[in-house]
């Protein structure tokens, strides 16, 4: 059951987020517990051919993603990072977010 208390802590973390930070989220959300290369979340986001400036600047916004969602008690780490082949998020906020219809629906709007 996830309480209204977890609601409050995503939403106020999504508040708190850049757009891209957003962006990021959302399409590692999307993917369920798929694992996304960081080659495809870099042409999701900028749209264009990857580089290293935008890998590097995948990795610090993860970082940030991450160090946003550590500040509440919802999960340990919001997304996991899987060396070598890409992120995914972390399958138990994914699941508090699928059991919580009005989060689900927020996320899937995207």
Not at 56 to 80: E, G
Request: glycine residues 4%.
């Amino acid at each position: 059951m996830v309480s209204p208390e977890d609601n409050y802590q995503f939403l106020e973390v999504l508040h708190h987020l850049s757009q891209t930070e957003t962006k990021i989220l959302f399409i590692l959300i999307q993917a369920g517990n798929k694992v996304v290369t960081r080659e495809t979340i870099c042409h999701q986001i900028w749209n264009e051919e990857v580089n290293k400036s935008h890998l590097a600047s995948l990795s610090s916004t993860i970082t940030r993603i991450k160090n946003k969602f550590q500040q509440t008690n919802l999960t340990h780490k919001a997304i996991q990072t899987l060396w070598g082949k890409g992120y995914r998020i972390n399958p138990e906020l994914l699941d508090r977010i699928q059991k919580n219809e009005a989060l689900h629906t927020l996320v899937s709007s995207g």
